[in-house]
């Protein structure tokens, strides 16, 4: 499986030590691209458990899921 995911920023987020958990003691970022906390994992990965291996999805951000069969970029499409 994969999955699309837009992001806006164009440089890195430096994490500093009020970005750890108080209660965990950790730092959890996130690698799905779902979460609404950014580079920080809310537990949004959830909703990929059950994609299937073969499968692209994209997610809208009311967290509606679709297949995609293939991304076409604007210089194919003409
Ligand atoms: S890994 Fe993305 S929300 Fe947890």
Redo the contacts with the bound molecule.
């Keep these: 499986m994969s999955r699309l995911v837009e992001l806006e920023a164009n440089g890195p987020r430096k994490l500093d030590a009020d970005d750890v958990d108080e209660q965990k003691g950790d730092v ?8 609404e906390t ?1 580079p920080f ?5 959830r909703q990929t458990r059950d994609e299937a291996p073969d499968q692209r999805y994209v997610y809208d951000e009311d967290g509606t899921r679709a297949v995609v069969d293939r991304i076409v970029s604007d210089e194919e499409s003409d």
């Design positions: 959890a970022i996130c690698q799905c691209g779902l979460a950014f994992c809310d537990g949004s990965h």
